[in-house]
């Protein structure tokens, strides 16, 4: 099992472009999540989806969006960028709500 | 969103010293969660707590949650450099989903 992965690893954007964070999973999970961590913020919910075709809004979802077409895949879509969004981006499933979610590496993200 | 507050924020001991660190709020928590972050990966989980009251231990890790289930600590005895990383709570509210997090302690244990 490769567990949780994300692509890319790093990314440095311009103001006003736009890309999309990739996150899979081959656990048969069926809840996903995307949260951001800031220096000393700790980790903050962007989006989180319960199962395929359901997504919700988490903590801070402005500036982003998510779909969730099959049970592995759950991409982050940013669109013009801004500096706010420098962040690093981790995506995490789990097996049902409140229990152990198992997180990618990470996506580092720079705007400039 | 309920506040997870951990303490200390930041904390640097050699190796062979006990530490605790603590993880406070006010709400009432279903269940809280304890992970470890080492530096560019993503947390993992070392222990989840249910009970108020209840004791976990983890080799050198004791985990307690407290009785009226609103706050926890991490007690590391004899540290080793191995330790090192971002310890993170998070808490599971009534409503389940989505799991609050605090802003972390990180440890730094030196040989």
């Known amino acids: 099992n490769a567990g949780v992965t994300q692509t890319p690893k790093f990314r440095i954007l311009k103001i006003g472009q736009s890309m999309t964070l990739q996150c899979a999973q081959d656990m048969n999970h069926n809840y996903m999540y995307w949260y951001r961590q800031d220096p000393g913020m700790g980790l903050k919910l962007i989006y989180y989806?319960?199962?395929?075709?359901?997504?919700d809004k988490g903590e801070v979802p402005n500036g982003y969006n998510v779909s969730r077409s099959t049970t592995e895949d759950f991409p982050l879509r940013l669109e013009l960028a801004a500096p706010s969004q420098t962040s690093v981006y981790f995506c995490?499933?789990?097996?049902?709500?409140?229990?152990?979610?198992?997180f990618g590496p990470g996506t580092r993200l720079t705007v400039t | 969103t309920q506040l997870l507050e951990q303490s200390p924020q930041f904390l640097s001991i050699q190796e062979g010293e006990n530490l605790t660190v603590y993880c406070n709020s006010s709400?009432?928590?279903?269940?809280l969660q304890w992970y470890r972050q080492e530096p560019g990966e993503g947390p993992v989980l070392l222990v989840t707590?249910?009970?108020?009251?209840e004791v976990k231990k983890l080799k050198r890790l004791t985990f307690q949650f407290g009785d009226a289930r609103k706050d926890s600590s991490l007690h590391i005895t004899a540290a080793q450099p191995g330790d090192t990383g971002l310890y993170l709570c998070a808490g599971v509210s009534g409503s389940g989903y989505a799991l609050n997090f605090g802003k972390g302690t990180s440890l730094l244990v030196t040989p």
């Open positions: 709400s009432v928590f279903s269940s």
């Open positions: 707590v249910v009970t108020g009251g």
């Open positions: 989806s319960v199962g395929a075709g359901i997504t």
């Open positions: 995490a499933s789990s097996y049902s709500e409140g229990r152990e979610q198992y």
